[in-house]
């Protein structure tokens, strides 16, 4: 199975939530016409890292994301894994991912695990404690976001369900890109997985975040990779090479997790 992602690494307006959200559609409509499948988005898109003005900013139930993604997946008929935004449910704040199937639908969701302290997620928001599972054509894939990628043991999980794709939406740092091509690369090998990873560019008041946003084999190669500015590029991966890696090395099989507690 062949499943063809565009990368749409956007840059963000620190808490603007109505300007974030009008620049979603001509990345939808270029991944059309390179002919998408999905098209991922980064990490809190919405509102930036304002998390001060969560109380002011912060969609709602997710109510918005959730239409404007299913409207523009609806319209433009391919599936969009909507990043991550800023939510409020039930008096708490969560960094959350949407992704909307091709007729519009929302099939998926996912409060970030692991909360970034260095940038005080800590202070403002409430951690997700579940995995999500969806399928891109028939392909199972799951979603972290930004810092959950240190965490090795958390994608080991989602990868002892089915899935053949992970997708990290980020807001990363430029000083750690170095990191962020490791640790992605890393969690590619060892889960032997393709990682789909998109973070965004430009600046906020505290960071400059530099781009990179990549899609890794699961040998641990690079298929595409932006560089630090804003745009969309599209490239087109083999889900077989998971089924090769897997077959050639099985390193599910020899693991002894009666050793790992
Ligand atoms: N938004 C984030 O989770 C940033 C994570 C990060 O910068 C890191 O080094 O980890």
């Not at 890292?49 to 319209?75: F, M």
């Not at 959950?148 to 740092?173: G, K, M, Q, Y």
Request: hydrophobic content about 40%; aromatic content about 10%; some cysteine.
């Amino acid at each position: 199975m062949k499943l063809t992602i565009s990368l749409a690494q956007m840059n963000v307006a620190f808490g603007q939530p109505a300007e974030n959200f009008s620049r979603l559609e001509p990345f939808v409509a270029q991944a059309a016409d390179e002919h998408a499948d999905i098209v991922v988005f980064p990490e809190m898109w919405n509102t930036g890292y304002d998390l001060t003005r969560l109380a002011d900013i912060a969609d709602v139930n997710g109510a918005q994301t959730q239409h404007v993604l299913s409207s523009l997946a609806e319209k433009y008929h391919l599936m969009i894994h909507g990043g991550s935004v800023a939510t409020e449910r039930h008096g708490h704040f969560y960094n959350t991912t949407y992704v909307a199937n091709a007729d519009g639908q929302i099939i998926a969701s996912y409060d970030k695990v692991h909360l970034f302290g260095l940038m005080h997620e800590d202070d403002y928001l409430t951690s997700g404690n579940a995995k999500d599972r969806f399928e891109v054509k028939s392909v199972p894939a799951t979603s972290v976001i930004c810092y959950d990628i240190r965490f090795p043991e958390w994608l080991r999980t989602l990868s002892l369900t089915d899935s053949r794709v992970i997708f990290v939406p980020a807001e990363w740092p430029t000083p750690r890109i170095a990191q962020w091509r490791k640790l992605l690369a890393a969690r590619a090998i060892e889960n032997q997985s393709y990682v789909v990873a998109v973070n965004r560019v430009g600046s906020d008041p505290d960071n400059h975040f530099g781009g990179n946003s990549v899609v890794i084999d699961p040998l641990g190669n690079e298929v595409l990779r932006l560089d630090d500015q804003e745009g969309l590029q599209t490239t087109t991966i083999d889900i077989a090479a998971t089924d090769k890696a897997r077959g050639f090395m099985p390193v599910f099989a020899d693991r002894r997790p009666e050793l790992y507690q």
